[in-house]
């Protein structure tokens, strides 16, 4: 008989994360410090499956502010799911994850968000697909030197300060999924306590005492073979974007190389002089409505639509059945109807409201089922998603 329950980060599951990942044993000592203190800020919890006294499984759930289409709103992020070697292909995990969606839907969660190990696997509990990540690996030469960095003063910090704070999440509620970073989640991405880190800094752009741009340089690896990565970048418009350029360019006389983390639509081939040395689009997050009621009140920027649709869920029943969305003037109104014009499971639902898809393209993947002809002409519309937070 499985339990569901609450409990502390322990040397129990720290084991099963070893197993489950891989994990050397000279990041236990990190991991479990940072995990704690994720514990102690309040926005992460600990729940696991028992039985008895033996875990079975276990999962960090963590408390986010995303934006999802015009909106900001709840998510509940789910990391570190792990089994014990003694209960694989038990249905420990999927007992889990059915708990944590009904304490998610308790807790008024809309949406759920998780990086998986496996895309198959979470896709038969409801998640699917939300972003890609698309990473530029280069020499810093290759940036072509375009003299704005001159008219700004640039400054590096190895903290977060009140003014990153407040620029970050401006940015955070208008482009794409970013998330509201509070100072602790800063105090995490810039914690430099494993052992391959070397270096961790905020590099800020000001003109005339204001903030017009942001990144993070993240060093790490070896002294004889050091790796550099530039992310979390945020800007206020095209003059900052190519002073922040310029400066990565600058970096030519210390380091070979280095990666450059950008979301899908961002244009940077008009910056570089030739091409990357390697692109990599890399598969990353995925997404689930908890509730689909809760969806009630998104603001969405499209045409007005509206499309009833047909929901299957075999984790969450409460999903179960057909419902009306209706947009209008930009604000989503989600009800209980009769008849349908698509049949779907929850996982198509969830990718296309975020935007990463629509019903057309579900559709001609197999996906959907139309029951009503004229449904593409009232479908929800694509948008560039991309959520640069790893948990």
Not at 282 to 299: A, E, P
Request: charged share 25%; proline share 3%; hydrophobic share 40%.
């Amino acid at each position: 008989m499985y339990n569901f329950v609450k409990t502390g980060f322990n040397k129990e599951i720290l084991r099963m994360m070893n197993f489950s990942f891989g994990i050397r044993k000279d990041m236990w000592n990190p991991l479990e410090e940072i995990v704690k203190e994720d514990i102690k800020s309040g926005y992460c919890e600990i729940y696991a499956v028992m039985e008895e006294d033996r875990y079975v499984s276990a999962m960090h759930l963590l408390d986010f502010d995303m934006k999802l289409r015009n909106s900001q709103v709840r998510m509940a992020g789910i990391g570190g799911v792990v089994t014990s070697a003694l209960y694989r292909g038990k249905g420990g995990v999927k007992f889990m994850l059915s708990k944590s969606l009904e304490l998610m839907r308790e807790r008024k969660y809309p949406v759920s968000v998780l990086y998986p190990f496996s895309i198959d696997f979470y896709r038969k509990y409801g998640w699917e697909r939300l972003d890609d990540m698309i990473t530029y690996h280069m020499p810093p030469s290759l940036i072509i030197k375009n003299g704005k960095s001159k008219d700004f003063t640039i400054e590096e910090n190895l903290t977060a300060d009140s003014e990153t704070l407040e620029f970050y999440n401006n940015f955070a509620k208008t482009h794409y999924n970013l998330i509201q970073k509070t100072e602790g989640l800063w105090a995490r991405e810039m914690y430099c306590g494993f052992p391959e880190d070397v270096d961790k800094r905020i590099v800020k752009f000001k003109k005339n005492g204001s903030m017009y741009g942001m990144f993070r340089l993240y060093m790490f690896g070896s002294d004889e073979d050091p790796k550099l990565i530039c992310d979390n970048f945020a800007y206020l418009n095209s003059e900052a974007i190519q002073a922040m350029l310029e400066f990565l360019s600058s970096l030519s006389l210390q380091i070979s190389e280095f990666s450059l983390n950008l979301p899908t639509d961002f244009d940077l081939w008009p910056y570089l002089s030739d091409r990357p040395k390697k692109i990599d689009v890399r598969q990353r997050s995925m997404i689930r409505v908890v509730d689909v009621m809760l969806l009630n009140g998104l603001k969405i920027d499209s045409p007005d639509f509206e499309i009833n649709v047909e929901i299957t869920d075999k984790t969450a029943s409460w999903n179960e059945g057909i419902f009306g969305f209706r947009l209008k003037n930009g604000i989503l109104e989600v009800v209980r109807t009769a008849a349908a014009d698509i049949k779907c499971d929850i996982s198509v639902l969830s990718s296309v409201v975020s935007g990463f898809t629509d019903f057309k393209s579900m559709y001609k993947a197999g996906k959907a089922e139309i029951l009503n002809d004229s449904v593409f002409k009232n479908d929800f519309s694509k948008e560039t998603t991309y959520l640069e937070f790893h948990f």
